[in-house]
């Protein structure tokens, strides 16, 4: 695990660039063509005393809580980015990823998929043979919170059908401002859905298309 001094640093960066409107494309740090494993379960470990990280930004307070590591490797079903809300500021871009069962011989693409509002979406005919908890099962939106200014000028530029691993944390994430809470809840199940589902990851390291950025 990083140090706690070098996660705030990071997290601070990633509140800086967010608010930009034009960037320079992203450097990896390095390369490697080891194949992503798109077959296998997202890896996580609770963490059972998380450290809590706090910032400011735009005069509210956060604090950001590491509730467990976090690796997933999957196909970009859908994106979208995100510009106005505090939720911009940390998280600027919202991935739909799939793995397993639905992108075995490219099950997900008898689907269409969606996102609005910080929701992703997704529709099937009468030809699909599966159902709707086969794809929650095999699917997840995931809320990116980039590390570094680097990271997240690398996961703006990812597009849909981008094959992609994403390492670093899930966390909670908790602001006040004037007596005003905000807050956002990562999950820590792959097969629940509705309200509080969605993955909120504190993104430190991605690779894709043989480079590596953190």
């Known amino acids: 695990m990083r140090s ?5 640093k990071c997290l601070a960066l990633s509140v800086i660039v967010i608010g930009c409107t034009s960037s320079p494309p992203a450097v990896p740090s390095g390369t490697d063509d080891t194949p992503i494993d798109i077959l296998s379960d997202p890896r996580q470990e609770i963490i059972n005393s998380p450290d809590s990280i706090k910032i400011k930004v735009s005069d509210i307070d956060f604090a950001i ?23 911009a500021m940390l998280a600027p871009c919202d991935f739909a ?21 910080r929701w992703y979406h997704w529709r099937y005919g009468s030809g699909f043979t599966r159902d709707n908890n086969f794809v929650a099962r ?3 939106n995931n809320h990116i919170v980039p590390a570094t200014e680097n990271l997240a000028r690398a996961v703006k530029s990812l597009k849909r ?12 994430i908790n602001g006040n401002k004037d007596g005003t809470p905000y807050w956002w809840c990562s999950s820590v199940r792959r097969d629940d859905t509705g309200d509080n589902s969605c993955e909120v990851i504190y993104v430190t390291r991605l690779r894709t298309k043989g480079l590596l950025f953190e």
């Open 97 to 117: 990823l799939g793995w397993g069962d639905l992108v075995k011989d490219e099950t997900y693409k008898q689907l269409h998929w969606s996102q609005s509002n």
């Open 4 to 8: 706690f001094e070098r996660l705030k």
């Open 138 to 140: 095999y699917s997840s």
């Open 65 to 87: 809580a590491l509730r467990a590591t976090y690796a997933i490797s999957g196909i970009v079903l859908s994106k979208k980015n995100y510009r106005s809300g505090w939720s």
């Open 161 to 172: 059908g981008d094959v992609v691993e994403l390492g670093g944390y899930l966390v909670n």
